[in-house]
């Protein structure tokens, strides 16, 4: 059989990217500073950071690890941060140090923080204080001798900072109690590092710039590793990809997505450090109201998020009283992008919701659908310049076009392995290069790729494969459907059975509606045998709905009976 694999075949976009522009990522920020350096290139609660004080803060914090923790190069430093003003501050630091980020969920129970402290090796931390707490109960179980503790409030003016660190620890009581020895306070890291300086080392494309850990939704979590080359690479495909839209006159990206994500990391950080743009950062976007608001007040002209994020806004009232006018992207990612909540957002903006894909493993794009794509097309799009797509067997091998397979990889953004798990990397890849995304897709003669689902999600009922996603999109099809989500449940008589659980908007309807609207839409042994109502669904920080939670929650109840 002949193989099929594919590269870039949007029209206007190179099929090849150079990914030697930049020596490392410390090399594309200094090249975008020397350029665009008084204009601002962050905003967090009204506050507002220049290139230029971005450069000479990152510089002061580089210096305090390099001089002053007299830190090694290719020391772990871990942060542990939403979105806030502090985290760029210490990430671009520490990468134009030569040192390694892991960066950490500030979400994280005190067992997984110590699996990631541990594997990754950091010394060193850098944490808001209200997830103080959960680094107190673990520390002395990991590597870690230096903390450096930031508060909301640091970066946010003389005035405004103390009475945002005030209100946040004495009156909405988010800060729980910690004792930390010998903690040292950000503001006075800073100052350390300003005296003592920072002097600038050799960084390499191929030295690791990040262990960036995946969810765990395969077992425990695990380090990728990820090179500067890695995420400049994907970097310049993502660029060469958007470029006739994105341009460097002043673009104004949302991130509402945790900027320790991959997805945000990538596209929002370092993809608008290199064209000049200014990052809106959302220290909480799961307050919908709140987000909104702080919306009204600018002219954003690119948005990223993933389908929850995207579903809660429209379902904010005001939301659609906002000015798009601007607007040019909206890119979702994470996970599918459900087509009902697609169209309405079309609908409600003017502008198509553009989906992509990517993993932790590729830093993270891999393939994305053009970006004047005029409507939503439920498919992940084409291959990315310089990446090479497969669609294979269990077996490994190529499956004929339009059949159902495993999505494979190939590029320069794929990582260099797990880290300390190289059984776990040899798992996934392939003899060739080609690394497994655990990812179900079929592939149409035209090149574009549809995600069907998770290997590891798939229901199997009287032998016949049902994927959730499928299950999902058409309960969402439904008016009287919020948020939904399905897993197999054991059945006697199927092996498997779909079980489906929904969250309703307001008013009310029954599982028997819901199942006869399924039956009107899916095959026979698709449709959910049975339906169960909830106020919410578990998510990661991220957004993305939890399978593997609800299937633990229902195995947990059936060892119970």
């Not at 370092?270 to 600018?298: A, H």
């Not at 633990?552 to 009976?561: D, L, R």
């Amino acid at each position: 059989m002949e193989r099929i694999w594919l590269q870039s075949y949007q029209p206007g976009v190179p099929a090849e990217v150079d990914v030697r522009e930049y020596e490392s990522l410390g090399h594309l920020f200094e090249s975008s500073v020397a350029r665009f350096r008084d204009r601002v290139a962050y905003i967090c609660m009204g506050a507002r950071i220049t290139y230029g004080e971005l450069d000479k803060l990152s510089r002061y914090f580089a210096g305090y690890l390099q001089n002053e923790l007299k830190l090694p190069k290719g020391s772990r430093i871990a942060i542990m941060m939403p979105n806030v003003l502090q985290y760029p501050i210490c990430m671009f630091g520490a990468l134009r140090a030569g040192y390694i980020v892991v960066n950490c969920n500030p979400m994280y129970m005190p067992r997984e923080l110590e699996h990631q402290l541990s594997d990754s090796g950091a010394e060193t931390i850098v944490i808001l204080e209200n997830f103080a707490h959960t680094l107190a109960e673990v520390i002395t179980s990991t590597p870690v001798r230096n903390v450096v503790i930031a508060r909301l409030g640091d970066m946010l003016g003389i005035v405004k900072g103390p009475a945002v660190n005030f209100v946040v620890k004495y009156i909405k009581r988010l800060v729980r109690p910690w004792a930390i020895p010998n903690a040292v306070d950000f503001n006075l890291a800073l100052a350390r590092g300003g005296r003592v300086g920072f002097k600038p080392l050799p960084v390499f494309s191929d030295d690791l710039a990040f262990l960036q850990y995946t969810g765990g939704t395969t077992g425990v979590s695990k380090g990728a590793m990820l090179s500067h080359r890695n995420i400049l690479a994907n970097v310049a495909q993502a660029h060469a990809w958007v470029k006739s839209v994105v341009l460097e006159d002043g673009e104004f990206v949302v991130t509402a997505l945790p900027l320790y994500h991959i997805f945000a990391m990538t596209a929002n950080c370092f993809m608008f450090i290199k064209v000049g743009g200014t990052n809106l950062l959302i220290t909480n976007p799961r307050d919908i109201p709140g987000f909104v608001s702080e919306l009204s007040r600018y002219r954003f002209t690119i948005i990223t998020g993933v389908n929850t994020l995207f579903n809660g806004l429209l379902n904010n009232e005001r939301f659609a009283r906002l000015d798009f006018s601007h607007m040019k992207v909206s890119l979702g990612g994470g996970t599918a992008v459900q087509r009902s909540v697609a169209e309405r957002w079309k609908k409600v903006t003017g502008k198509p919701l553009v989906e992509a894909y990517g993993l932790t493993e590729t830093s993270p794009a891999a393939t994305i659908n053009p970006i004047d794509i005029p409507e939503h097309n439920g498919s992940i799009g084409l291959p990315i310049p310089s990446t090479e797509v497969a669609i294979r067997d269990d077996n490994g091998v190529d499956v004929p076009l339009g059949e159902r397979g495993e999505l494979c990889v190939r590029g320069p953004q794929v990582m260099k392995g797990y880290y300390n798990q190289s059984e776990e990397t040899a798992n996934v890849f392939m003899p060739d290069g080609f690394l497994r995304t655990g990812d179900i897709v079929v592939m149409d003669e035209r090149g574009y790729l549809r995600i069907v689902d998770r290997k590891k999600d798939m229901i199997i009922v009287s032998g016949f494969n049902v994927y959730p996603t499928e299950i999902e999109d058409v309960l969402m099809m439904h008016p009287a459907v919020l948020e939904a989500a399905a897993i197999g449940v054991p059945d006697d008589k199927t092996g498997e059975a779909v079980k489906a659980f929904v969250v309703r908007k307001e008013g009310s309807v029954e599982a028997a509606e819901l199942i006869a609207h399924c039956r009107k839409l899916l095959t026979r042994y698709k449709v959910p045998s049975r339906i169960e109502f909830r106020d919410t669904l578990p998510k990661t920080n991220l957004g993305k709905v939890l399978r593997r939670a609800l299937r633990e929650e229902q195995s947990a109840q059936g060892k119970a009976g």
